[in-house]
């Protein structure tokens, strides 16, 4: 679970998904990664690690970015599944069962909120669904296409396929979900996206402008990585 600056509801976060992992007889481990917050983000998780072993704080010194801290996560797993999770639950913990059961047949199993049995208890305002309905536009015609809703924050995987994946992934900031599509498909990976309850935060750290910006350009950086091979083994690219 990456967090930055989410001081006034990771404890209940942390409560949430750990009653309701509890609740399921889940034999489980939580990872936090904090991308360098500046609000007690950090103090409050150890706080609730100092009762629940189960829970490990990793912090990045410095903000390094949402697909930074998601592959430092997944590095550090051990499961035979991962789930990663945005910190605010838009996607809520109750879904993880869901998408778990895909896991017989995929290794990568994508909460979508666009699909038509979709439910979007709260939308985003107007001009972020327009934002995202544009980028989705450029993913599809410039990196991967088939999946109509990359960026939602909740992915389940296969834990060995996790860690292969997320060792080849460059991009820091908010377009690694498409990253991570791509890598796996180039490793022979299966994916599927499947139709989630979701409910939009308003504290979204998403900057329209400045954030936007970058993702687009990012994903022209992942076209060059994938044209010049960097998602392929060594073997492969022998």
């Given at each position: 679970m990456p967090a930055f600056n989410e001081r006034d509801r990771i404890a209940a976060t942390l409560a949430a998904v750990i009653e309701y992992m509890d609740g399921r007889g889940h034999d489980f481990e939580l990872i936090v990664v904090d991308d360098g917050s500046t609000d007690g983000t950090a103090r409050v998780v150890e706080t609730v690690a100092d009762g629940e072993p189960r829970?490990?704080?990793l912090a990045n010194s410095a903000n390094r970015g949402k697909g930074y801290s998601?592959?430092?996560?997944?590095?550090?797993?051990?499961?035979?599944v991962v789930l990663f999770s945005d910190a605010d639950l838009s996607t809520p913990i109750e879904e993880y069962d869901k998408l778990l059961a895909y896991l017989d047949e995929y290794d990568l199993v994508m909460a979508s909120r666009s699909l038509p049995d979709s439910d979007v208890a709260v939308h985003q305002p107007a001009y972020r669904e327009m934002m995202g309905r544009v980028f989705n536009i450029?993913?599809?015609?410039?990196?991967?296409?088939?999946?109509?809703?990359?960026q939602c924050g909740f992915k389940v995987l296969r834990g060995d396929a996790a860690r292969a994946i997320a060792a080849r992934l460059r991009i820091d900031r908010f377009s690694f979900d498409v990253e991570m599509i791509l890598v796996a498909k180039r490793l022979g990976y299966t994916f599927v996206d499947v139709p989630v309850r979701w409910v939009n935060s308003p504290a979204s750290r998403v900057h329209p402008v400045r954030d936007s910006v970058n993702?687009?350009?990012?994903l022209f950086r992942i076209k060059?990585?994938?044209?010049?091979?960097?998602?392929?083994?060594?073997?492969?690219?022998?």
């Open positions: 829970l490990r704080l998601v592959r430092r996560g997944i590095a550090a797993s051990a499961g035979d450029v993913v599809q015609v410039l990196v991967v296409r088939g999946i109509i809703d990359t993702m687009l350009l990012d060059l990585y994938d044209t010049a091979g960097c998602y392929k083994s060594r073997h492969e690219r022998e």
